[in-house]
């Protein structure tokens, strides 16, 4: 079993700065692909931002320029700067781990993050 421990969420205000963490255990496998991912209420869940173990990114339009994904694969863990957040940016973010060995996603169990204007 593959278990993802999500830090770093909080409240900070417009402009402002956080970074969220998120560590692989258990059975994560080291060739992997990892992301980010956020929800309101009552929405879908959407990508924010993913990295592959080889580290291709791929960002939602709406944070480029803005957040910045990165990983150490040595930690199996991945990371999300996230900088000039705005109100809209305020939403539960999840992280999620893509097997290719076992072909299934796993998910941490959110993290809340929240910008004043």
């Known amino acids: 079993q593959v278990q993802l421990e999500e830090s770093g969420g909080g409240l900070v205000q417009a402009g402002g700065s956080l970074r969220l963490s998120c560590a692989a255990s258990?059975?994560?496998?080291?060739?992997?692909?990892m992301g980010w991912y956020r929800q309101t209420p009552g929405k879908q869940r959407d990508l924010v931002a993913i990295?592959?173990?080889?580290?291709?990114?791929n960002y939602a339009d709406s944070v480029k320029g803005r957040f910045t994904i990165s990983r150490d694969s040595a930690k199996n863990t991945v990371y999300l700067q996230m900088n000039s957040l705005k109100p809209e940016d305020t939403a539960v973010y999840y992280c999620?781990?893509?097997?290719?060995?076992?072909?299934?996603?796993?998910w941490g169990q959110g993290t809340q993050v929240t910008v004043s204007s």
């Open positions: 990295i592959s173990s080889g580290g291709t990114t």
């Open positions: 999620k781990l893509y097997s290719p060995y076992t072909n299934r996603d796993y």
């Open positions: 258990g059975s994560a496998p080291s060739i992997n692909t």
